[in-house]
């Protein structure tokens, strides 16, 4: 299977995440924050990058662009638990951070809470060289 770098700072999540994406074959490697992704993905040879936006040190916006610096072709999925607009907006000119993710380089974009299978499928579908499954965040 696949050797997966997973960046989210909250550890349950992430604990959690690297459980079942490990059950399912894959190699994954977890990071707390976006710095230590970023240094982790410099420092190893992934074939697929998860990452949560809303992190400390370096968000996952910052780090899906940093990542692009370093390798255009890496798959990406974004993750958030927060809404994709800050909360109690409506406005239009309000940015929606996972389409903001998708448009700097994320392959695809999942809102938490999300189900296992429908992550596990995404995952699947950014390493067989797909196209993104999805265009809206649900």
């Known amino acids: 299977m ?11 999540v992430r604990e959690s995440l690297a459980m079942h994406l490990q ?3 894959h190699e994954v490697e977890a990071a707390a924050d ?3 992704g970023v240094e982790a993905f410099r420092a190893g040879r992934f074939e697929l990058v998860i990452t949560d936006l809303f992190m400390p040190e370096v968000e996952g916006i910052e780090t899906i662009r940093l990542l692009r610096q370093d390798d255009s072709q890496v798959p990406i999925i974004a993750i958030t638990g927060g809404p994709s607009m800050p909360a109690g907006t409506s406005d239009r000119s309000t940015p929606d951070y996972l389409r903001m993710a998708r448009a700097l380089g994320a392959t695809d974009i ?3 809470p999300f189900s296992l299978s429908e992550l596990l499928g995404l995952v699947e579908t950014c390493l067989s060289g797909q196209a993104p499954s999805r265009g809206d965040v649900g």
Do not use: T, W
């Open 110 to 112: 999942i809102q938490k």
């Open 34 to 36: 976006g710095r230590a």
């Open 2 to 12: 696949a050797c997966i770098l997973l960046i989210d700072d909250d550890s349950l």
């Open 23 to 25: 059950d399912a074959g």
